[in-house]
C-alpha cells in the first residue's frame, strides 16, 4: 500500500506515536514497536473456567468462562460483569485452562 507523507500526516495527526516521530521512517518504527506491544500484551490473555465451590439453586450460576490475563482479573471481570445476582458469596475456584489440546471446556446441567 503506498500513502503519501500528507495521508500519512491526516492519518495519524494527533496521536502519540506520530507526536513522538521525528519523521516518517521514525514515525513506522514507532508504530512497529506499538503493534509488537499490542500483539505481546493480546498473547498474554489466558482461558480460566470459574466455578463456584458452594450449593447452586434455582435461577443461580454455577459456572463462567473468561478470557483475562490472570486469575484475578478474571475474577474481577466476572464479578463486574455479573454482580452479585446469582453468584451466592463468590467462594468460587478458578482453574486456567490449558489451550495445547482439544478439550471441551464447559458443560453445565442442573437437573431441575
Known amino acids: 500500500m503506498n500513502i503519501t507523507n500528507e495521508e500519512?500526516?491526516?492519518?495519524c495527526h494527533g496521536t502519540l506515536p506520530y507526536a513522538?516521530?521525528?519523521?516518517?521512517?521514525?514515525f513506522i518504527m514507532v508504530m512497529a514497536r506499538e503493534l509488537l506491544a499490542f500483539r505481546e500484551k493480546e498473547l498474554n490473555m489466558n482461558v480460566y473456567i470459574i466455578r463456584r465451590n458452594d450449593e447452586v439453586g434455582y435461577d443461580q450460576y454455577d459456572a463462567v468462562v473468561v478470557v483475562e490475563e490472570s486469575p484475578e482479573l478474571a475474577l474481577d471481570l466476572a464479578k463486574n460483569y455479573y454482580g452479585d445476582d446469582g453468584w451466592g458469596d463468590w467462594?468460587?475456584?478458578?482453574?486456567?485452562?490449558?489451550?495445547d489440546k482439544p478439550q471441551a471446556l464447559l458443560g453445565s446441567f442442573n437437573a431441575g
Not at 8 to 11: A, E, F, P, Q, S
Request: hydrophobic letters at 50%; zero cysteines.
Open 8 to 11: 500519512l500526516v491526516k492519518l
Open 20 to 26: 513522538l516521530a521525528k519523521d516518517r521512517a521514525d
Open 91 to 99: 467462594s468460587v475456584t478458578i482453574t486456567k485452562v490449558d489451550l
